[in-house]
């Protein structure tokens, strides 16, 4: 079963616009971590943040954690159409090293 | 460094028959995952593999099964297919496990 989901499950912005997905899970984790996928390939290593994090920022990219609402975020700034694409979570629990994904969020960024 | 590589890329079976997909690692990464994804059960962990052992194990029939060797190179293997079995398995390396994860293409299977 799938630890994480993922709200929206499909979001539709206009190119400049900023993106916000969100992520819940129910155990307690070592890090979660946001992935992104083209259009049935290969998946995408964006951004770590481990459990004693709260924020932290890659590019256009700002990831936030809230451990006591076991919930996280991604914002994607000035987004452009090839950011068009699914976007993942992926948690690694406290008492393994597997990473269990949420079900996605499908963007699509309008030229 | 060269990326994860997976073979082959695409793959039509039959129902009953039996699969083995193929997986490299990024060199120096001894950790390597295996993932079904499907349209409708999104992204399901099948097992890891750490110095040829196998660490973790998802919620799979005993059909599917995998090893490592040596070389940290993986393949996985599923028996007696069903249609069902119809997905995009993507492997996945990283130095350690739990880390990030540096996934190949997937090879497409479509079980007829």
């Known amino acids: 079963s799938q630890q994480g989901e993922e709200d929206p499950q499909a979001l539709s912005i206009q190119e400049g616009e900023n993106a916000t997905m969100n992520c819940s899970y129910k155990?307690?984790?070592?890090?979660l971590q946001w992935y992104r996928q083209n259009s049935g390939r290969g998946l995408v290593h964006l951004i770590l943040?481990?459990?004693?994090?709260r924020e932290k920022h890659s590019g256009r990219l700002r990831v936030t954690l809230d451990t006591s609402k076991k919930s996280s975020s991604l914002l994607i700034t000035a987004s452009r159409a090839a950011d068009t694409a699914s976007y993942f979570c992926?948690?690694?629990?406290?008492?393994?090293?597997?990473?269990?994904f949420g079900e996605g969020t499908q963007l699509t960024v309008n030229p | 460094k060269a990326g994860v590589t997976q073979t082959p890329r695409y793959l039509i079976k039959t129902r009953g028959q039996q699969v083995t997909l193929s997986c490299s690692p990024i060199?120096?990464?001894?950790?390597v995952s295996w993932y079904q994804q499907t349209p409708g059960q999104g992204l399901q962990f099948l097992f890891e593999?750490?110095?040829?052992?196998?660490?973790n194990k998802g919620n799979f029939p005993g059909r599917f099964s995998g090893r490592q060797f040596s070389n940290s190179r993986s393949e996985m293997n599923v028996s007696t297919l069903e249609l069902g079995d119809s997905a995009l398995y993507l492997c996945a390396s990283s130095l350690a496990g739990g880390h990030e994860q540096y996934f190949g293409p997937g090879t497409r299977l479509t079980v007829t």
């Open positions: 155990t307690s984790i070592n890090n």
């Open positions: 060199s120096g990464h001894r950790s």
């Open positions: 593999y750490f110095s040829e052992t196998q660490r």
């Open positions: 992926a948690t690694r629990e406290t008492s393994g090293s597997r990473l269990t």
């Open positions: 943040i481990r459990s004693n994090e």
